[in-house]
């Protein structure tokens, strides 16, 4: 089955304590993408991947790194994470740029 | 700076009724619109994609049009039914970045 999967999908934790999201998809797509999702802001992108080795910065990148090694993965990493990147998070990936994007089922992070 | 908004935060209507929900965007030339659905706590879902040379597309009981002059899309549910009750996003993307915007959303109810 395609999917796009995330993990954790629930996550509470303390301000300043490294956490990671893994992302991972089965459907050997180039183009990959992280959100996250905020009441009355809808989904923001993070950052995006055109393929291995190639990530840039969506619209609201501060606080986060994301590296791109294989093709299916693509994690998400909080350095030091504050309570203001609270938030429901996706991962999605697609073929190529531009083409329609799949979304993993998201990872709900609580940072008190 | 770039925005997109979409038409109401909620929208009801009669079950057999056409649904129209609306995206408009400012500071933004689009190479492509998407929409997608996203039913609570599941990650979106894509429906429907739109180059900005096209006009209109179609996929079942779904249409949209793109009019990039008036900047807007428009997002036509015909036929609806309760199952389609969920929130609908429209995206836009750049094909020079690759980078999306997201709306924040319509809620969709279709009365019984």
């Known amino acids: 089955e395609a999917q796009v999967t995330q993990n954790p999908r629930y996550l509470i934790t303390v301000t300043g304590k490294k956490l990671t999201v893994t992302c991972s998809q089965n459907?050997?797509?180039?183009?990959m993408s992280w959100y996250r999702q905020d009441p009355g802001l809808g989904l923001r992108q993070i950052y995006y991947?055109?393929?291995?080795?190639?990530?840039d910065k969506g619209d609201v990148p501060e606080g986060y790194k994301v590296s791109r090694k294989e093709k299916r993965n693509f994690p998400l990493i909080l350095e030091s994470p504050s309570p203001n990147q609270t938030s429901l998070y996706f991962c999605?990936?697609?073929?190529?740029?531009?083409?329609?994007?799949?979304f993993g089922d998201g990872t709900r992070l609580s940072i008190l | 700076s770039q925005k997109i908004e979409q038409n109401s935060e909620a929208l009801n209507i009669q079950e057999g009724k056409t649904a129209t929900l609306t995206c408009n965007y400012t500071?933004?030339?689009?190479?492509?619109l998407q929409w997608y659905r996203q039913d609570p706590g599941r990650g979106p879902v894509f429906l429907l994609l739109?180059?900005?040379?096209?006009k209109e597309k179609r996929k079942e009981r779904l249409k949209v049009t793109f009019d990039t002059t008036l900047k807007q899309s428009l997002f036509h549910i015909t036929a609806s039914q309760p199952a389609d009750s969920a929130t609908y996003l429209c995206?836009?993307?750049?094909?020079?970045?690759?980078?999306?915007?997201f709306g924040t959303g319509t809620r969709l109810k279709v009365l019984a």
């Open positions: 999605a990936s697609s073929q190529t740029g531009g083409q329609p994007q799949h």
């Open positions: 459907m050997n797509h180039e183009y």
């Open positions: 991947s055109m393929n291995v080795e190639v990530t």
């Open positions: 500071n933004y030339s689009p190479a492509y």
């Open positions: 739109i180059r900005e040379n096209e």
């Open positions: 995206a836009l993307g750049d094909s020079g970045t690759y980078k999306y915007i």
